[in-house]
């Protein structure tokens, strides 16, 4: 049987729902739970990982700021990537990705280690995340009940990282690099649940082009900008600057790139719809 209490919800919120969709809920849930948990711990460990490898506080900025590049600058070509390459495939494979470095942090001597672990695990959820949104959205049929798994999933994540806040401090007062192979045994976990639970992806829709011109140059757009972000808190100095301006010429060459795409990799004509534009600028303003 399964919990009453089902991802921090009462199973009444999925009533009607089959056993193996639940599980495969808790699956997903696990994941979004997961890039909760893991931010969460991390910031609670910053002081502990500074004293034990000596690094600067610009090294131990990139740490934090690699994971945000990475998340960042890839999350449009992961949604486009679960399209055509299929959900399940780039949630499995990014999940084993994920796992690989989250481990390669825990086991890091030098800063350069470090950062990059956390660009790679900010990457890999950025392919993670909207692959699971998909198989979401696929396997719950639209209207109040899937409305109600998204807002348990959304919710999932949050709770994540409040526990993690917690779970961080008592973790890195052992050992900061259990912050680092905690993750990695949850991962492994959803891994083994998500193989025989997500559905088999379909064969991709005849003619479907991977736009990549249109991926090199939004994804260099979100890198700069997410950079220049991130370089804020030394004031607005030069990189910063310089960040801004690269994201911008980028940003405008993917939109040039897109209207003459014959398979673009967003069809900008969906920014047109005003209660569309207003969701997702609410959305950007709540996830903050």
Request: aromatic content about 8%.
């Amino acid at each position: 049987m399964l919990p009453q209490d089902f991802c921090g919800y009462n199973t009444e919120l999925t009533d009607g729902v089959s056993s193996m969709k639940r599980l495969l809920l808790v699956v997903l849930c696990g994941a979004i739970f997961l890039e909760g948990i893991d931010i969460g711990m991390l910031n609670v460990a910053l002081p502990s990982i500074r004293a034990d490898l000596g690094l600067e506080t610009a090294e131990l900025s990139w740490v934090v700021g690699g994971y945000v590049l990475g998340y960042a600058g890839f999350m449009l070509l992961g949604g486009r990537a679960a399209d055509l390459l299929g959900r399940r495939r780039m949630f499995l494979l990014w999940l084993a990705v994920f796992i690989a470095f989250s481990g390669l942090g825990g086991f890091a001597t030098e800063s350069w280690m470090l950062i990059l672990a956390r660009f790679v695990t900010g990457v890999a959820s950025a392919f993670m995340t909207p692959a699971g949104l998909s198989i979401i959205t696929t396997a719950f049929p639209e209207g109040p009940r899937r409305d109600r798994v998204l807002m348990i999933y959304a919710a999932t994540g949050a709770g994540g990282f409040s526990l993690g806040l917690v779970a961080g401090g008592v973790l890195a007062s052992a050992n900061w690099r259990l912050v680092f192979f905690a993750p990695v045994v949850l991962a492994a976990l959803i891994l083994l649940g998500a193989i025989p639970l997500t559905p088999r992806d379909r064969r991709p829709e005849a003619g479907g082009r991977f736009d990549v011109l249109g991926a090199v140059t939004i994804t260099a757009a979100m890198v700069l900008l997410a950079l220049g972000v991130t370089r804020l808190e030394h004031g607005l100095g030069p990189v910063p600057l310089a960040a801004f301006a690269g994201g911008a010429l980028s940003l405008a060459a993917f939109v040039a790139v897109e209207r003459r795409a014959a398979h673009p990799l967003v069809r900008l004509a969906v920014l047109r719809n005003p209660g569309l534009l207003r969701a997702d600028l609410t959305a950007m303003l709540l996830a903050g």
